[in-house]
C-alpha cells in the first residue's frame, strides 16, 4: 500500500468517525451479521479477501456472543515460491457493551482449514520436493463495528494465527 492510499484510508476512516450520527444500532441477539472484508497480511503486505458472518446470541452468566463464519483468501510470491491460501473455518467473538451504541468492540477465536497451495519456480534441483502446506489453523482477533445506519456498519478486525498469520481486515457488515 503506497503511502497516498495510507493517508486517503487514515483521513476517511477517522471523517467517517466524526460525523453526527443518531444510530442507536449496537450487536444484537438473534440477528445475523455478514458482508464482505479487504484485509493485509503483514508478510508482504498481501491483500486478503473475504466474508465474514456471525449471529448474535447470549450465553446466562457470560453476555452477548456472535457465532459464525470467515473465508479468506489470499496469496504471495516469496522468491522462487508462490502461495496461494484459502482459509474455511469458524468463529466465536465476545460483545462487550458500551454505552456508545455506535461501536460494537469485540474479541474472538477462529478455527479455520487452510487450503494451500505452492509453485515453485526456481532453477530446477535434485533436492526439491512438494512441500507440505495447509492443514487445521487457529487464530485470535479483536475488532469493532462502527455503526453508520441500524443495519450497516464499518467492521475493523485485526488479528494473527497459526503459520505466521497476523492481518488487518476492513470491511462492512450487514444487519439483518
Do not use: C
Amino acid at each position: 500500500m503506497n503511502r497516498t492510499a495510507k493517508r486517503f484510508f487514515v483521513v476517511s476512516t477517522l471523517f467517517l468517525f466524526l460525523l453526527p450520527n443518531n444510530t442507536t444500532a449496537q450487536f444484537e441477539v438473534q440477528k445475523h451479521y455478514a458482508g464482505p472484508s479487504l484485509g493485509f497480511y503483514f508478510h508482504g503486505s498481501t491483500v486478503i479477501f473475504g466474508a465474514n458472518y456471525e449471529y448474535g446470541m447470549t450465553l446466562k452468566d457470560i453476555g452477548k456472543i456472535g457465532v459464525g463464519g470467515i473465508l479468506r483468501y489470499f496469496s504471495f510470491d516469496a522468491g522462487w515460491w508462490d502461495y496461494t491460501d484459502i482459509l474455511i473455518g469458524a468463529q466465536g467473538n465476545y460483545h462487550f457493551v458500551l454505552d456508545n451504541k455506535k461501536l460494537d468492540p469485540f474479541a474472538g477465536i477462529l478455527l479455520a482449514f487452510d487450503i494451500g497451495s505452492t509453485d515453485y519456480s526456481g532453477p530446477a534441483n535434485q533436492f526439491y520436493s512438494d512441500p507440505s502446506y495447509g492443514g487445521f489453523w487457529v487464530g485470535i482477533h479483536v475488532g469493532m463495528r462502527y455503526w453508520i445506519s441500524p443495519t450497516l456498519a464499518i467492521t475493523g478486525r485485526f488479528g494473527f494465527g497459526s503459520y505466521s498469520y497476523g492481518a488487518f481486515d476492513f470491511g462492512v457488515d450487514f444487519k439483518f
